[in-house]
């Protein structure tokens, strides 16, 4: 386990209690865990977050989901989980989780896999998916939403465009310009105060979209309202 899997700061300490034992232990950076065969283990962890005002969107698998039409080709299946591949051993960052199957939305990756690319800058934490999607983002109590967002790398399709939308319970709140393949990451910051439903809108021309992934990199709500 490492600081980088649960998304808090590799040089502070993080807090780990054994939710079977009880028993509460400590590490900076990465620690090793033994279990056993047909064994589960399960831990509440605790430490400085990397983002120390919020939380990034991929980190919110329970609060981000694409919409009914949120992504229609391919046809995703509503399946979220994350494993550790065996060949990249534990250190690795293991199946990413993935919110609508093979095609759909993918945590910190694209929706086949790859690192999140905008233009040759890699973005560690974001949400990658299809051209023409919607996603359902459920607010928590932040203030602003922010991301680079632009089209990946891994894109084949590369003369469309795509124009990014913010929405907050039905209304514009922020939009890109229309972007292609290779261009420089546009950064879209909403307010969403007050907001309850964010939506996060990828538009292009045309209805396949299957070779044109785009990415909401290091795509992230911060600034929670202070209880009175």
Known sequence: ??????????????ALTDLWTK????FTNETKLRVAPRETRIFRASGTRELSQGLYLSEQTGSVNPAVDGVIRPQADPTIFRSSAAWSGTKGPGERPMYA???????????????LRIAGVTYAAGIGILANSRLEVRNQGYRRLNAKVGVDDS?????RSVTFMVYGDGKLLAKSK????????????????????IELVARSTGGENEHLPVS????ALSSPVQPD
């Open 1 to 14: 386990m490492t600081a980088e899997h649960l998304k808090f700061r590799k040089d502070a300490p993080i």
């Open 23 to 26: 028993a509460n232990a400590a």
């Open 101 to 115: 199957g093979w095609g759909g939305a993918r945590a910190d990756s694209t929706p086949y896999g790859q690192t």
């Open 155 to 159: 894109a084949h399709d590369r003369t």
């Open 178 to 197: 229309p972007m292609r393949w290779g261009q420089p990451a546009h950064a879209l910051n909403a307010d969403v105060a007050g907001v309850k439903l």
């Open 216 to 219: 909401w990199g290091d795509a």
